[in-house]
């Protein structure tokens, strides 16, 4: 498994990407702006980094630019952006930059880039290109967008069948009918996702899987009913 520096200014992309990432078995460090970027470069020589490029200090295609230009582009860098265009996309790959992932970044585009980048050699920090714009009649540069995202619920177990309930998440359980739907339905949703998080051993890209959803939508969704991520990774159910 790899050692992946994380470079966001947004604390809520950090923290998912985290929890992606450390999940598939990487070791993961985290920087808020270009300055804790560079010290982390520094101190741990990751074996990759994922980049945003806006940050409000500097940039992430001048932080590109400037470990190229100082022979310190030693590892392959993973540029992000929400409002990238193909424009800022050419510049990042022409600075050495080995993918460009648009923002929300879906679960199978994340794991496919890191897993590229991770298996292709390294740049060596060569000088960066003069500015000039790419000649023309070049190779365009053909950017995906994530695919929208349909959560279809699951059918209802049976709510009549009497049932023990033992230590863990049950397949079957048994559900007050009598009080508003939404109530309802988030009691229903969250003792779903309870069962087949204790299923797969707290893995969230296999309930991901077994559940049809993308995995950063998945990982919203738990937040929001209440699920204790921790309590499941720690009893390993």
Do not use: C
Not at 42 to 53: A, G, N, S, T
Not at 198 to 215: D, F, H, I, P, Y
């Amino acid at each position: 498994m790899a050692t992946i520096l994380v470079v966001d200014d947004e604390l809520g992309i950090r923290g998912l990407l985290s929890e992606i990432l450390s999940d598939e078995g990487h070791t993961v460090e985290l920087a808020e702006n270009a300055a804790e970027a560079r010290a982390s470069r520094e101190r741990l020589r990751p074996d990759l980094v994922l980049l945003d490029i806006w940050m409000p200090d500097v940039d992430g295609i001048s932080l590109l630019k400037e470990w190229g230009a100082s022979g310190l582009l030693s590892m392959p860098v993973i540029m992000m952006s929400g409002h990238g265009t193909i424009d800022t996309a050419v510049e990042a790959t022409k600075y050495g930059a080995t993918a460009f992932l648009e923002k929300p970044i879906t679960l199978q585009k994340l794991l496919r880039a890191v897993e590229q980048a991770l298996v292709r050699p390294a740049p060596r920090g060569l000088p960066p290109p003069p500015l000039s714009p790419p000649p023309a009649g070049g190779t365009p540069l053909r950017l995906e967008l994530p695919p929208a995202t349909v959560e279809t619920l699951p059918p209802l177990p049976g709510l009549d069948a009497p049932m023990v309930l033992p230590a863990g998440p049950q397949a079957e359980q048994r559900f007050d009918l009598d009080r508003p739907l939404r109530e309802a339905r988030d009691a229903f949703e969250k003792s779903y996702f309870e069962f087949h998080l204790a299923k797969e051993n707290g893995s969230m890209t296999r309930v991901a899987e077994k559940t049809g959803l993308e995995r950063t939508h998945l990982y919203r969704k738990l937040k929001q009913l209440g699920v204790d991520l921790s309590r499941n990774k720690r009893n390993g159910f």
